[in-house]
């Protein structure tokens, strides 16, 4: 249970309501001839390329370029896309029907490191789930980073989200699955949880 004093909850969307699979997307690369991908991201690290797509600095189709110049293998924006998009798995609906329970109990947020390429392939995913529903609608705000400008684990984004909010950092807690992301948040003051393999969100109790 968590402390009484919490009355906002923001939430990571991969790993903790849309299945990923990092490995997948790594094999994926691998098999297109980028053999150093894990160099380039991993669920913990990113380098610059991909942190400036996360942050919106970059459009996709600049990545797809800067990808193909700094790797020297010509690959198609949708073989990139394609990879790129394997580690996105479900978003199995029963932790949308525990998110409208929650909802009921306290502020809820979104705060997602993403980008365009993902974004649109994960709205893909939900429709096929919720059909024309908004994801976003389960949240009094969903932070997308590419849209925001800002990600995590940087303490400043999380300070960013609170003031656009007037949320309070002590009474507001953070759930992720990656560990930067909750020293980013400790550092600014939320309370968090960090939620660890086989454990779900939905054995959360909130």
């Not at 903790?16 to 997948?24: E, M, R, S, V």
């Not at 790594?26 to 991993?42: C, M, P, R, S, W």
């Not at 949308?96 to 995913?125: D, G, P, R, V």
Request: net charge negative; glycine share 4%; aromatic share 12%.
């Amino acid at each position: 249970m968590i402390q009484s004093t919490i009355k906002n909850i923001i939430f990571d969307l991969g790993g903790i309501f849309l299945n990923i699979d990092y490995a997948l997307t790594e094999k994926a690369f691998i098999q297109l001839g980028v053999t150093n991908f894990a160099d380039l991201y991993t669920q913990h690290t990113v380098s610059t390329l991909f942190e400036d797509l996360e942050v919106g600095k970059i459009s996709p189709e600049s990545f797809c370029n800067t990808l193909r110049n700094s790797t020297n293998i010509q690959l198609t924006n949708e073989q990139i896309y394609t990879a790129w998009n394997a580690m996105l798995l479900d978003l199995p609906m029963e932790r949308l029907m525990w998110l409208e329970q929650i909802k009921n109990k306290y502020n809820i947020y979104l705060y997602s490191n993403t980008n365009a390429i993902h974004y649109e392939a994960f709205c893909k995913i939900v429709a096929g789930v919720i059909g024309k529903k908004s994801f976003n609608d389960y949240f009094i705000k969903a932070y997308y980073s590419h849209i925001f400008g800002l990600r995590k684990p940087y303490a400043a984004s999380y300070t960013a989200v609170l003031k656009e909010q007037n949320l309070i950092a002590s009474e507001t807690l953070f759930i992720d699955d990656t560990i930067k992301n909750i020293e980013g948040a400790i550092e600014a003051g939320l309370q968090t949880i960090h939620l660890i393999a086989p454990q779900q969100i939905t054995d959360i109790d909130l």
